[in-house]
């Protein structure tokens, strides 16, 4: 296929873009470099079969062009702020970045004619709600603003589908790891260490608890769903049913640096306004689909120190 990938220089995307080339598709990568990095690609740029743009989505002028020239036949949504703590400073972050690029998105794809798209979602969704949630039920109650664009995204998403037609993959992630990360618990361990390898202090009790997953087994799980998923809307939950607290991953990565760091703890159920302290995904639809990832939340943890250390 001949596809467009949103925020294909991220963490995500770069991946994402690894695995398509693979299966021997042609891609455009629209990234505005916010998060995104010209490393994570860089491997990719000799490639006859990528092509990547450095724009904005919010841009219309040259997005419309760049739709014009290009007969896309699906759409990989990955742009977004992905950074909860930065949206939560300035709320017009979540909603251009996560929000708004979503709906400007739609609008080209009904006025271009693309029929296929899927859309990065994410646990965020849910906010505090306490219990298994599976996909079609709630509460959906997101305490952050990044959670709030999401499901504001997945709502006009849905509406999109219905009256114009177009075939929707939605995954929603929980927290995942790996090499090309650009911030998050793993990352900022290592950074703090690196700075003051005797102490390591932890946001919060160190007791938030949630499921990992490592980047390449998540776009597996993409990619699996896509293909064996073919209702007009199709909704998962990706992850294991595992999942690893906040101090095992201080120790772990104290660990793997060969360090005897003491940890403190600032305190408190959560690390940060925005912060969910736990949850749990419901996977029942996406193994009864036949795919479940093939590590633990420790082991997708553990290899994401390793790989951020360059092991």
């Given amino acids: 296929?001949?596809?467009?990938?949103?925020?294909?220089?991220?963490?995500?995307?770069?991946?994402?873009?690894?695995?398509?080339?693979?299966?021997?598709?042609?891609?455009?990568?629209?990234?505005?470099?916010?998060l995104g990095t010209l490393d994570n690609i860089s491997h990719l740029m000799e490639e006859p079969r990528f092509t990547f743009v450095e724009e904005d989505?919010?841009?219309t002028a040259p997005m419309r062009e760049l739709f014009e020239?290009?007969?896309?036949?699906?759409?990989?949504?990955?742009?977004?702020?992905?950074d909860?703590?930065?949206?939560?400073?300035?709320?017009?972050?979540?909603?251009?970045?996560?929000?708004?690029?979503?709906f400007q998105l739609l609008m080209l794809m009904r006025e271009y004619g693309v029929k296929k798209l899927f859309f990065s979602s994410t646990s965020a969704i849910f906010g505090e709600a306490q219990?298994?949630?599976?996909?079609d039920f709630g509460p959906l109650m997101p305490v952050s603003n990044y959670g709030a664009g999401k499901l504001a995204s997945e709502a006009f998403i849905s509406a999109f589908s219905s009256t114009y037609d177009i075939?929707?993959?939605?995954?929603?992630?929980?927290?995942?790891?790996g090499e090309r990360f650009t911030h998050g618990v793993i990352f900022d361990f290592i950074r703090k260490l690196r700075h003051d390898p005797t102490?390591?202090?932890?946001?919060?009790?160190?007791?938030?608890?949630?499921?990992?997953?490592?980047?390449?087994?998540?776009v597996d799980g993409i990619q699996y769903v896509i293909s064996h998923s073919h209702e007009r809307m199709n909704v998962y939950h990706l992850g294991p049913d595992t999942r690893t607290r906040v101090k095992e991953i201080a120790r772990m990565v104290i660990e793997e640096m060969g360090l005897h760091a003491?940890?403190?703890?600032?305190?408190?159920?959560?690390?940060?306004?925005?912060?969910?302290?736990?949850?749990?995904?419901?996977?029942?639809?996406?193994?009864?689909?036949?795919?479940?990832?093939?590590?633990?939340s420790d082991e997708a943890v553990r290899l994401a120190i390793q790989k951020g250390l360059g092991k």
């Avoid at 896309?72 to 992905?82: K, T």
């Fill in 1 to 34: 296929m001949n596809i467009l990938i949103t925020g294909g220089a991220g963490f995500i995307g770069s991946h994402l873009c690894d695995r398509l080339l693979s299966e021997g598709h042609t891609l455009t990568v629209v990234d505005n470099l916010t």
């Fill in 57 to 59: 989505i919010l841009h």
């Fill in 69 to 82: 020239t290009h007969s896309f036949d699906m759409v990989y949504h990955l742009a977004a702020n992905s």
């Fill in 84 to 102: 909860i703590q930065k949206g939560g400073k300035d709320p017009q972050v979540d909603y251009q970045l996560t929000f708004n690029t979503t």
């Fill in 131 to 135: 219990g298994f949630f599976n996909e």
């Fill in 167 to 177: 075939q929707t993959w939605i995954t929603r992630f929980p927290n995942v790891v």
């Fill in 199 to 218: 102490t390591l202090e932890v946001l919060g009790n160190g007791e938030q608890c949630k499921p990992y997953i490592y980047v390449r087994d998540l």
């Fill in 262 to 296: 003491r940890i403190i703890y600032t305190g408190g159920d959560r690390g940060w306004v925005g912060d969910v302290p736990e949850f749990k995904y419901d996977l029942t639809r996406i193994k009864a689909l036949g795919w479940q990832p093939p590590r633990t």
